[in-house]
T-cell receptor, first 110, second 113 residues
Framework: SQQGEEDPQALSIQEGENATMNCSYK?????LQWYRQNSGRGLVHLIL?????REKHSGRLRVTLDTSKKSSSLLITASRAADTASYFC??????????FGTGTRLKVLA | DGGITQSPKYLFRKEGQNVTLSCEQN?????MYWYRQDPGQGLRLIYY???????QKGDIAEGYSVSREKKESFPLTVTSAQKNPTAFYLC????????????FGPGTRLTVT
């Protein structure tokens, strides 16, 4: 399967703690994106990191990319109950085809 | 408001019936996509379309069909040949190059009994 592998599959933390999730692929990574999905809803784009970037920040989000290891990580700092959701990585294969990871289910306890 | 809509939100069908899921976007995006999501799983690509009157099979196209007669619309038909059609179906669109973010609809949950 071309799907990306994400770990952990599920993560439960207390409000205010940091949450880290990782994504890895067997194929080369090209412009890695992270998405968020609230239960039973569509996905929402969070951040894009290009192949020539190693780290990117957006608000409480920090993303790293290691193309040699074909992996990426998403860090959410000072988590809130509203961050409870599933998080997916996605990369591009060819020009149009996106390949998503298996997802990490994050639960932030108030 | 610009966005992508899917209807209906919930759909129930009997086994052996074909069913068509609607997807409409007013973002002026060229590319549109259909994904299937099973419980606790990631997204798997069914079909994608780069431009009107053109579409390509994804990883799990068997038992599905699509059309792209208008830029705004990309309906998905789940045929009776699809062995396990019960799932959450997500439609998405993006600008012409694959490095751009995808915009997702709210999804349609299909239950076939």
């Amino acid at each position: 399967s071309q799907q990306g592998e994400e770990d952990p599959q599920a993560l439960s933390i207390q409000e205010g703690e940091n949450a880290t999730m990782n994504c890895s692929y067997k194929t080369s990574i090209n412009n890695l994106q992270w998405y968020r999905q609230n239960s039973g809803r569509g996905l929402v784009h969070l951040i894009l990191i290009r192949s020539n970037e190693r780290e990117k920040h957006s608000g409480r989000l920090r993303v790293t990319l290691d193309t040699s290891k074909k992996s990426s990580s998403l860090l959410i700092t000072a988590s809130r109950a509203a961050d409870t959701a599933s998080y997916f990585c996605a990369t591009i294969a060819g020009t149009y085809k996106y390949i998503f990871g298996t997802g990490t289910r994050l639960k932030v306890l108030a | 408001d610009g966005g992508i809509t899917q209807s209906p939100k919930y759909l129930f069908r009997k086994e052996g019936q074909n069913v068509t899921l609607s997807c409409e976007q007013n973002l002026n995006h060229d590319a549109m996509y259909w994904y299937r999501q099973d419980p606790g799983q990631g997204l798997r690509l069914i079909y994608y379309s780069q431009i009107v009157n053109d579409f390509q099979k994804g990883d799990i196209a068997e038992g599905y069909s699509v059309s792209r007669e208008k830029k705004e619309s990309f309906p998905l038909t789940v045929t009776s040949a699809q062995k396990n059609p019960t799932a959450f179906y997500l439609c998405a669109s993006s600008r012409e190059q694959g490095s751009y973010e995808q915009y997702f609809g709210p999804g349609t949950r299909l239950t076939v009994t």
